[in-house]
């Protein structure tokens, strides 16, 4: 071998092309698939860098040298920004990515001077003494020179990369083996000192070739290793089922049995696929037209299942829909068909029913079964599902059919918000494009600005005076007229929209306090409702945080209301969530207090200043009901625990006059102002001084009552 040192450099070429390659493999599996492209990416522009080294190296003269040079240094500054872009990937900070799209612009303006520069970036000129003869006798072309401004940036830039890769690893130790942890950490010093090497090199001290491609090799090593143990799990199992295949075949029929197996099943629960439901509910039909009794198909589909791999990761998701398939089968009859569709969707089908009791039973046990809390890597999660239900002969007679029934149901369900119950008729199949449109025109709805804000008043029950303003959202669309939240909030979630929706309404209700504050309104704040996927998926304290600073509003000048149901899917995280927020100064306050189930258990660790009482309660208050003694108790324990209490849906004297007895902070309802447009709140609080005092002095039974519109 007449040149060991070129030949290494295009073996290594190689090396880096199967990288990039299983790299690209990895990430249409893996739950890194950005880190992984990038990291394909990464050893792609390594092997084209070696490459380049391998001819620079290997050249016949000094300007075929420097041509190659040039292109080793178009590659070299590419691989700047695109380690950083990976790092970004793994960190998941939106100020990592910010900065390496910076990173991206500079390199870009260091590429255009390596091209316009007749030595490239790297030297201002070059040192006559290029052509080195190596211990064993091989001649390399090793440019040496005056370096440039540009290129004593740039490796301080890469320098620095590195050194920053190097902390950022400590960070990842928990998501790979020690061992690996320790190679990655290796390669980095490797890279580390390769850097320095080249770096004396192109100043003429050394005369060695660049060796920063070899060191990145332990990093492509290390690297895929991290990322390989995301998919092991699911790899191990695949190998596991085709050995068992290899193992077990003995001939034709046993082979085609397991063929068919693997086709009509899922793998991570063990249930009949789609495929496998269409077989099964094949024959369902066909016994019971023999029988001629009904048949139910119900459709179950999880609601919380993408929050749940939002927050928990698909790893919690994939356990959860392990569990409730579990309970499905334990609740249903040997003889039902259980398939899951795919996602968060399970299908049961309940043969020989006599009676619509028949059906209706079913859906009680299956729903019965999921209502309680799941166990899941140490948390108690809740869930709810939509259901649709289609009953042959009723609903068509053939198994896609029937099937098809079935999930319009489910859609008509999920339209209607969470834990819905729906059953086929045949206006579904006239109506699902009028449905189709309306999830149309709310998707355009934030684009096209159809979207306001009103206003109810809270006042304090001591004397009525207006200290916030709860911001509730409306849609006037040219076709639809003024639609109602409960019509498009629920739907808006489904359709995974409501965090968009959500960080307008900060927005707005920020910008509108700042302007009330400018007309005198000083010592007023605002109430804002948080949805689900706001609060658990997404990025809500940065929102919060830059409308507080946009309209120079501090935490204390909002209120976040938090539905009960919202804070018992995820109490764990709901919690972490929620300190964070209250980190920004932030009020925070349970809305629809009394209507959960396990609230009690928390309200002690919940980060909270108030929650309020559902107005069923108010309602039933004066009513010979219980709603006087379940208002008592919760200002009670309100007032142990130091929360404030807004009692909602206050709409008599004879309520709030009670709710003042009982001790309750705030008051809001009908009795002092129906929600308010924007243009009539300043002349509500104006008025409201006067008349909220005669409201709440008054002896008499005809006091005023504040409602403008």
């Known amino acids: ?56 190296y290997s050249a016949t003269s000094l300007q075929a040298a420097l041509s190659a040079h040039k292109w080793v240094n178009f590659f070299s500054v590419l691989l700047i920004p695109l380690i950083w872009y990976l790092v970004a990937c793994l960190e998941l900070k939106p100020s990592s990515f910010r900065a390496s799209y910076v990173v991206g612009a500079l390199s870009s303006i ?24 190596l211990p064993w006798g091989e001649q390399i072309w090793v440019l040496s020179g005056e370096p440039s ?16 890769t190097m902390f950022f690893s400590f960070k990842i130790t928990r998501l790979g083996e020690k061992s690996t942890s320790r190679l990655i950490r290796l390669a980095l010093s490797l890279l580390l000192v390769a850097g320095v090497l080249a770096s004396l090199s192109d100043s003429g001290v050394l005369k060695i070739p ?10 492509a090593f290390s690297f895929s290793a991290l990322v390989g143990k995301d998919v092991s799990n699911r790899r191990i199992e695949e190998l596991e089922l085709y050995s068992e295949l290899q193992h077990e075949i003995e001939g034709r029929k046993i082979a085609n049995q397991r063929i068919e197996h693997v086709l009509n099943n899922d793998v991570l629960t063990g249930l009949p696929n789609r495929a496998g439901a269409l077989i099964g509910l094949q024959a369902m039909l066909e016994l019971n037209r023999t029988n001629q009794s009904k048949l139910g198909v119900f459709i179950f589909d999880v609601d919380q299942l993408s929050i749940i791999n939002g927050t928990r990761g698909y790893k919690a998701g994939d356990q959860l829909l392990v569990e409730v398939s579990q309970r499905i089968k334990d609740s249903v009859r040997d003889s039902d068909l259980i398939a899951r569709l795919g996602s968060g969707r399970f299908v049961v089908g309940a ?36 259901t649709g239900v289609a009953v042959f002969p009723d609903n068509l007679g053939a ?6 029934a079935a999930e319009l149901a489910l859609h008509d369900a999920k339209s209607c918000g969470t ?33 306001f804000l009103c206003y109810q008043p809270q006042v304090l029950a001591s004397n009525g005076k207006t200290v916030c303003l709860e911001a509730l959202i409306r849609w006037q669309h040219p076709v639809y007229g003024l639609v109602m939240p409960d019509r498009f909030i629920q739907l808006a979630e489904t359709m995974g929209i409501i965090a968009n929706i959500g960080a307008w309404v900060i927005d707005q209700a920020c910008e509108q306090l700042a302007h009330w504050r400018s007309m005198g309104f000083a010592e007023l704040r605002v109430a804002i409702n948080l949805s689900a996927q706001q609060l658990l998926v997404s990025d809500l304290e940065e929102t919060v945080s830059a409308s507080l600073q946009r309209y120079q509003l501090s935490g204390s000048d909002i209120e976040l209301e938090i539905t009960e149901s919202v804070l018992m899917q995820d109490p764990e995280r709901s919690i972490e969530r929620l300190g964070a927020l209250r980190q920004l100064g932030v009020r925070l306050s349970i809305d629809d207090f009394g209507t959960g189930y396990s609230s009690l258990a928390y309200l002690r660790v919940l980060p909270v200043q108030a929650f309020k009482l559902d107005r069923g309660f108010v309602w039933d208050m004066g009513k010979g009901g219980k709603g006087w003694e379940i208002c008592a108790t919760a200002i009670g324990l309100a007032q142990n625990l130091g929360l404030e209490v807004v009692a909602e849906g206050v709409e008599t004297e ?43 002095t008054s002896d008499s039974e005809s006091a005023p009552i504040l409602n403008l519109l």
């Open 399 to 404: 198994d896609e059919d029937i099937l098809a």
């Open 1 to 56: 071998m007449n040149a060991p040192v070129a030949t290494l450099y295009f073996i290594s070429v190689g090396v880096f092309a199967l990288g990039s390659f299983q790299a690209a493999v990895t990430a249409r599996s893996s739950a890194y698939g950005k880190a992984c492209w990038a990291f394909s990416a990464l050893c792609l522009f390594f092997a084209l860098f070696q490459l380049a080294c391998g001819a620079q």
């Open 149 to 164: 401004l540009a290129f004593r940036i740039t490796r301080l830039l890469a320098l620095g990369l590195i050194i920053y």
């Open 351 to 386: 043969t020989g029913l006599k009676t619509e009791r028949c059906v209706t039973l079913v859906y009680e046990k299956v729903s019965g079964a999921l209502a309680s809390p799941f166990y899941i890597e140490d948390s108690l999660l809740s869930i709810t599902s939509n």
């Open 210 to 219: 660049y060796l920063g491609g070899f060191s990145f090799l332990i990093l």
């Open 110 to 133: 260091v590429l255009l001077d390596n091209y316009l520069s007749p030595f490239g970036f790297r030297f201002v000129q070059i040192y006559p003494d290029a052509l080195t003869v």
């Open 654 to 696: 004879e309520q709030c006059q009670q709710l003042q007895r009982l001790g309750c902070h705030l008051l809001q309802g009908y009795l002092f102002a129906k929600p308010l447009t924007v243009d009539a709140v300043p002349r509500f609080l104006e008025l409201s001084l006067h008349e909220s005092a005669a409201l709440f």
């Open 419 to 451: 834990g819905k119950l729906r059953f086929f008729h045949p206006s579904l199949k006239e109506n699902i494009q009028q449905r189709i449109d309306f999830e149309s025109a709310l998707k355009e709805a934030l684009d096209k600005k159809q979207f």
